[in-house]
């Protein structure tokens, strides 16, 4: 079945660095775009990033253009999220996403805190 399990959160401080990967299994990886969103304490969960199966430039939300990079590794079925540059409204729980037919599949997901 389709597994997504993302790693790599933590405590950092504001301006500091992270990179959150996400293991895929269960689904023909290379084939599917897959996407990073993330879930603030009392919030509706965010589109971050997405990465496209074809060589189609990726997208970020606004509030993460210039900091964050999303790169993807076919042969290790691995999503990353490269994170610079932290501030503390990036805190939140980051899961890893994909689409496959009309389902939507998520990551348990991991814990990013930034303190300023």
């Known amino acids: 079945q389709v597994q997504l399990v993302e790693s790599g959160g933590g405590l950092v401080q504001s301006g500091g660095s992270l990179r959150l990967s996400c293991a895929a299994s269960g689904f023909t990886f290379w084939y599917y775009d897959m996407g990073w969103y993330r879930q603030a304490p009392g919030k509706e969960r965010d589109f971050v990033a997405r990465?496209?199966?074809?060589?189609?430039?990726?997208q970020y939300s606004g509030d993460v253009t210039g900091r964050f990079t999303i790169s993807r590794d076919n042969a290790k079925k691995t999503v990353d999220l490269q994170m610079n540059d932290l501030k503390p409204e990036d805190t939140a729980v980051y899961y890893c996403?994909?689409?496959?037919?009309?389902?939507?599949?998520w990551g348990q997901g991991t814990q990013v805190t930034v303190s300023s």
């Open positions: 990465i496209y199966s074809s060589n189609e430039k990726p």
């Open positions: 996403s994909v689409v496959i037919g009309v389902m939507t599949y």
